[in-house]
């Protein structure tokens, strides 16, 4: 096991390399960042600028500085010259906040109802959960978003005088850090995020509950007397589990910088709103990182997946 | 059987519990009573933290450069930190502000005391002072003429450029600024709509474009800036300030950004601010019926246009750059349909401006006559189009030369109105061989950047007029911003008329208010004849506050050119 991580951290190596040069490639090729740097400069403050920032060098030699700079921990400055990594820094801690309790959230109620319709195929719940599932995955985030502000905001302060949600924003802006105020300002967008993870957790929890459910072994469970809920829970749950831990790894590394959508209808200052901010202002020192950082916790946690695998079912050797 | 009904005492005992938690939970979810002393009644209460909403968000705070184009930047920031020398009122006329003494005098050429060159004296209050206990002086004053003039992508140096000396005397509290020539628009120098005066000790040089982007480091108003992120600016008052009349009543003034027209009105509804300054969107009305928001709507000084620009940087060889397809492209729009589809849903009030750069409700200075031959007109369309050489190809669209009538038109996205514009317009455009692609951007990438830098095609957005009539900041030749002149001046539009540019000369150095209202009446024919731009309506401003939360005069700067947030000091909380 030790073995095969180390090997597959190796392999990351040269992969995250060449991602790099597609990254550096891509951001470089749409930016002009002499221009973008100091849009009201002189031609001849430009050209400075332009040195300053070692644009003038070939591109492989920009392409080592950068990634120099970047291994170290420099990302350099932003147009306004203020730090790159600050800004960034927050924004990942928001969106990992958010993404964190998104991920709670999905695989509590999707395994959940996947259990329960796998073992109560075909009765009210499992049609029931069938129903909201498909509703889950057909709902734009954004209008679902409007409507828990409209429903579990507005509406809910009309019917009861209060309500424990937020539109928008992470913290009440007399508070600060992470707390309880942080966390009821999180749960509105975090089932907003979950709709859809809960929607595909629950038929993917389903299917395989169901191809467990009908196994040899746990027949032959059955038949040495053990319980119900102890076949259901020690055996049939792990084994079915074994597909669905490893697609959820895979997703949250993609959280890291795909809630957008979600970010910008509750104004949450996090890696989404970050990255577009960047890509309308052409900021390529700040659109590097972000891409960079992207690239190395989807890797990540493609690695913890391919290892969780291995834990999960002994069957598989990891050599 | 059993199962099902431990699943239904579950629910059940959920139901309850969220029941009670929402029962048992503080209505008010911040702590933004807390501190409030109790008054008697009548009066204001002292204490605790204002909550606004900005509904568009400032990437940068330098008023002297093109950071200055976003009005939101001087609605949420400057306007409360900043110091003029002349300001308006919530009517739009010029007062002098608490820096001064009293009213300035003028003398010298057409003034009554007509003789010398045109002379200006303030007189600076002995109790105005900056945040550091320092006095306002005239240096003060010098070193922002010098700023205006010197900083690099400067927003304008109209009528700055036609000072010749300042002189301080009487400690620095006497400013006398001396003109090469009569300049009638002097009351937005150094004031007025969008200017300011700045602490000199606090500047690094005369070149400001390095200053104050994130933050100003001193104050001369109401209020001090603590701080300034993507997510708040956050105001506590300015214990130096000497004007008691507006000495706030609140401990902390956070305004925070809630750029999508609907969160920002869910937040109001829902007491998460407690007051927004919304731009007039269909359908709002009803949204925030309810009986603890008031709303409160006046004709502003802001109309609203789509203005064609000549040569963009964005694209030099633009379709507008020919006169012909600007008037073609006037009568294709169809402003009765904007009205009444978008605009009177909300505001039946609304009538069409009919007069360009100016408003009727200001001055004498609007002349209605100028675009009201502008109706949809699709036959007059045609006729401009192709008596110009134009001719439709196989897909519908005019083409000429090989070039197609295509153009790209922004507006800044999540502006409901704007894009309910677009998507109206766009497809009557389509029927009459006009192409139009939506470029929408964001409000700070677009009024901070593309637009000083002209990089779009046609754009709609609001301008602000002033109560002087003055148009020489927006449509001066030498106004237009280039690459060359690093993008200094607001004339984004890019229209040079050299018949207009003298007359806006002539009419800046005439303070007889006759005589210049033949000028700038004649300034108007050109922009008629030149087809610049296309006005559409004269915007109602709107401001919603929560009633239950706020105190004092909340909507009395409704119709003020410095938004409805312009006096919050005089804000207080219930």
Redesign the interface.
């Known amino acids: 096991m030790v073995l095969y991580a180390v090997r597959r951290l190796l392999w990351s190596i040269p992969v995250i390399l060449i991602a790099s040069i597609l990254v550096f490639v891509a951001v470089r090729s749409t930016t002009n960042p002499a221009a973008q740097r100091c849009?009201?400069?002189?031609?001849e403050?430009q050209q400075r600028l332009v040195k300053e920032l070692n644009l003038d060098e070939p591109a492989t030699s920009q392409y080592v500085t950068w990634l120099g700079n970047f291994a170290q921990g420099d990302f350099g400055k932003t147009l306004?010259?203020?730090e790159v990594w600050p800004?960034l820094r927050d924004s990942m801690i928001v969106t990992l906040q958010l993404g964190a309790l998104a991920w709670i959230i999905t695989i509590s109620f999707g395994l959940t109802i996947g259990v329960i319709s796998a073992i109560k195929q075909y009765s009210w719940f499992d049609s029931l959960a069938t129903g909201v599932s498909f509703f889950g995955l057909s709902i734009p985030p954004f209008f679902f978003g409007?409507m828990l502000?409209?429903i579990l905001?507005?509406k809910?302060?009309d019917w009861?005088?209060?309500?424990?949600f937020?539109?928008?924003?992470?913290n009440?802006?007399?508070?600060s850090g992470l707390g309880y105020d942080r966390l009821v300002h999180l749960l509105l967008p975090a089932f907003t995020v979950a709709v859809q993870g809960i929607a595909v957790y629950s038929r993917y929890m389903r299917s395989s509950m169901l191809d467990v459910l009908n196994s040899d072994y746990l027949r032959t469970a059955r038949a040495k007397g053990i319980s119900e809920r102890r076949v259901i829970v020690r055996h049939a749950l792990r084994n079915a589990l074994i597909p669905v831990v490893t697609y959820s790894a895979i997703d949250i590394g993609a959280l890291i910088g795909g809630l957008v959508v979600t970010e910008?209808?509750?104004?949450i200052?996090g890696m989404g709103v970050y990255f577009?901010?960047a890509f309308?202002?052409g900021e390529y020192v700040k659109i590097l990182p972000w891409m960079m950082i992207v690239v190395l916790s989807v890797i990540l946690f493609n690695l913890i997946a391919d290892l969780l695998y291995g834990i999960l079912d002994p069957r598989i050797r990891l050599d | 059987m059993r199962r099902q009904r431990r699943s239904v005492k579950f629910l059940c005992l959920l139901f309850t519990f969220v029941?009670l938690?929402?029962?048992c939970?503080?209505?008010d979810?911040?702590?933004?009573s807390?501190g409030s002393s109790a008054a008697p009644s009548g009066e204001q209460k002292k204490g605790g933290?204002l909550?606004l909403a900005a509904e568009q968000w400032p990437?940068?705070l330098n008023p002297i450069?093109?950071c200055a184009n976003a009005s939101w930047m001087h609605w949420a920031v400057a306007n409360h930190v900043l110091p003029r020398l002349m300001e308006l009122d919530e009517e739009g006329n010029f007062r002098p502000s608490p820096v001064l003494a009293g009213e300035p005098t003028l003398s010298g050429e057409g003034t009554d005391n007509g003789t010398g060159a045109f002379t200006l004296v303030y007189e600076i209050s002995p109790d105005a002072v900056w945040d550091d206990g320092s006095q306002m002086t005239a240096d003060d004053v010098i070193h922002t003429w010098n700023a205006y003039l010197k900083t690099?992508?400067s927003i304008s140096t109209a009528g700055y450029d036609k000072i010749e000396k300042i002189e301080g005397s009487n400690n620095g509290k006497t400013v006398t600024i001396t003109f090469t020539q009569p300049y009638a628009d002097w009351q937005d120098l150094f004031g007025g709509n969008s200017a300011y005066i700045y602490q000199k000790s606090k500047l690094s040089g005369e070149d400001t474009?390095?200053d104050m982007?994130?933050s100003y480091g001193f104050s001369g108003g109401p209020f001090v800036l603590d701080s300034f992120d993507?997510?708040?600016a956050?105001f506590s008052p300015n214990t130096a300030y000497w004007d008691s009349d507006r000495t706030p009543f609140v401990d902390k003034v956070?305004i925070?950004?809630?750029?999508?027209t609907?969160?920002e009105l869910?937040?109001v509804?829902?007491?998460?601010v407690f007051g927004i300054y919304p731009q007039a969107a269909p359908g709002f009305k009803e949204q925030v019926a309810q009986d603890n928001l008031t709303l409160a709507f006046a004709p502003g000084v802001s109309y609203e246009a789509i203005y064609m620009l000549q040569a963009p940087e964005s694209n030099k060889e633009s379709v507008f750059n020919d006169k012909v397809v600007r008037e073609a492209f006037m009568y294709a729009v169809d402003r009765d349909a904007i009205l009444t589809q978008i605009i009177h849903p909300d505001f039946p009030e609304v009538e069409l401006l009919q007069c360009g750069v100016w408003v009727p409700t200001v001055g004498e200075w609007c002349d209605q006559s100028l675009w009201a031959d502008v109706t949809p007109d699709p036959e007059k369309v045609t006729s401009l189009l192709e008596g110009d050489g134009w001719a439709k190809g196989a897909d519908g669209i005019y083409a000429k030369a090989g070039k197609r009538l295509s153009f790209k038109w922004t507006v800044n996205a999540g502006n409901a109105r704007r894009e309910a514009i677009q998507a109206l317009i766009i497809p009557k455009l389509q029927d009459q061989g006009i192409e139009a692609v939506p470029d929408n951007?964001?409000a700070d990438?677009l009024f901070q950047?593309r637009l000083?830098?002209r990089q779009l095609e046609v754009g709609t957005y609001i301008n602000t007029a002033s109560p002087d009539p003055s148009v020489t900041t927006i449509l001066h030749c030498n106004q237009i911003p280039t690459?060359e002149n690093?993008?200094?001046g607001q004339n984004s539009v890019g229209w040079c008329n050299q018949e207009a540019t003298a007359l806006m000369d002539e009419s800046d150095r005439t303070p007889d208010p006759v005589k210049r209202l033949d000028l700038i009446r004649q300034i108007g024919k050109l922009l008629r004849e030149d087809a610049v731009l296309l006005p559409m309506y004269q915007l109602p401003n709107v401001t919603i506050v929560r009633n239950d939360k706020v105190d004092g005069p909340v909507t009395l700067y409704t119709p003020a050119a410095y938004s409805a947030f312009g006096n919050i000091y005089d804000w207080s909380l219930k």
């Open positions: 849009p009201t400069c002189r031609a403050d306004r010259n203020t800004d409007l502000q409209i905001v507005l809910f302060r009861f005088g209060t309500t424990p937020f539109t928008s924003g992470v009440n802006s007399t508070s910008q209808i509750f104004q200052p577009l901010q309308r202002d | 029941l938690a929402a029962a939970s503080d209505d979810k911040s702590d933004t807390a933290t909550l990437d940068c450069t093109q690099t992508g474009k390095d982007n994130q993507a997510t708040q956050v956070i925070i950004p809630k750029t999508d609907d969160t869910n937040a509804k829902a007491g998460e951007t964001d990438t950047t000083p830098q690459p690093s993008f200094s």
